[in-house]
Nanobody, 111 residues
């Protein structure tokens, strides 16, 4: 079974940094895209970043220049380095692959 588990969330002040991790299992890790999504209170889930099997990446305009996605194929891990965090980045962050959602991790950015 495909399984994903996001971790690394927490409370941080505006301008701070966090690194989220997504542990993936149950599929050939480097053959599929893995995406990071977030859902803020009262809002729809939105795409934040993705890393594709060829190593290319995607970032939403709202996080470009601040977030960096990377992967460690040997460890079946995907990371989201989040810098210069803003209060509007507050959300539950999820990773997704093959239409399977992992359990999210809460990021709270205080002003």
């Amino acid at each position: 079974d495909v399984q994903l588990q996001a971790s690394g969330g927490g409370l941080v002040q505006a301008g701070g940094s966090l690194r989220l991790s997504c542990a993936a299992s149950g599929f050939t890790f480097d053959e599929y895209a893995i995406g990071w999504f977030r859902q803020a209170p009262g809002k729809e889930r939105e795409g934040v970043s993705s890393i594709f099997s060829d190593g290319s990446t995607y970032y939403a305009d709202s996080v470009k220049g601040r977030f960096t996605v990377s992967s460690d194929i040997a460890k079946n891990m995907v990371y989201l380095q989040m810098n210069s965090l803003k209060p509007e980045d507050t959300a539950v962050y999820y990773c997704n692959a093959l239409n399977v959602w992992g359990q999210g991790t809460l990021v709270t950015v205080s002003s």
